[in-house]
């Protein structure tokens, strides 16, 4: 089946380490983002990529980096200039044909 | 960016309609209303989406104003499984491309 893959599904830091989250997509599409969502709050945009090789910053991406060297793949690292980063981590794609399909989250926590 | 205003929570009895109202006074012509929902720990989940006429698919329908400022997402027996954070979401059409800006979002439940 068709679909995004994210891992892991929860992650621990320790603080002043960086780590990434991993996006794969089975499903073709050219766009690609991430979003940060905190307990009881909307989503949040990090980052987003409309093609290979080119990314664009959306509303919080201080202490974040992105790459997206593949089609399928768009990892998200959270370095240690992110001040806290503890929060749920959703990835996204769409075809802007239709809706946007979301993967299952990781919740990042930092120790 | 258009904004969006939903209330912040809602409740149904199980079997009625939800009807979930959004407010987008300030949409342009050529921006379309998403509707998504969340199940607590889970991604969001693609509803509908609609520019001008009513939309229905096999999960909900979509009312759009005729002015377009506001709209209502319907779902016609609400079922347990329901029970989930809704965002109505003005899509956002970019020269590099387009994103969805989320907002907080409803809390609907749906009681037995």
């Known amino acids: 089946d068709g679909g995004i893959t994210q891992s892991p599904k929860y992650l621990f830091r320790k603080e002043g380490q960086n780590v990434t989250l991993s996006c794969e997509q089975n499903?073709?599409?050219?766009?690609m983002y991430w979003y940060r969502q905190d307990p009881g709050q909307g989503l949040r945009l990090i980052y987003y990529?409309?093609?290979?090789?080119?990314?664009q910053k959306g509303d919080i991406a201080e202490g974040y980096s992105v790459s997206r060297e593949k089609k399928e793949s768009f990892p998200l690292t959270v370095t240690s200039a992110q001040k806290n980063p503890t929060a749920f981590y959703l990835c996204a794609s769409t075809d802007r044909s239709y809706g946007y399909t979301f993967g299952s989250g990781t919740r990042l926590t930092v120790v | 960016d258009a904004k969006t205003t939903q209330p912040t929570s809602m409740d149904c009895a199980e079997g009625r309609a939800a009807n979930l109202p959004c407010n987008h006074s300030t949409i342009s012509g050529n921006e379309y209303v998403y509707w998504y929902r969340q199940i607590h720990s889970q991604g969001p989940q693609y509803i509908i989406h609609g520019l001008k006429n009513n939309e229905t698919n096999e999960m909900a329908s979509l009312i759009i104003t005729e002015d377009r400022k506001s709209s209502t997402l319907i779902l016609p027996h609400a079922t347990l499984r329901d029970t989930a954070v809704y965002y109505c979401?003005?899509?956002?059409?970019?020269?590099?491309?387009?994103?969805?800006?989320f907002g907080e979002g409803t809390q609907l439940t749906v009681n037995p």
């Open positions: 990529s409309q093609i290979v090789n080119d990314f």
């Open positions: 499903l073709n599409h050219d766009a």
């Open positions: 979401i003005v899509r956002v059409v970019e020269t590099s491309g387009s994103r969805l800006t």
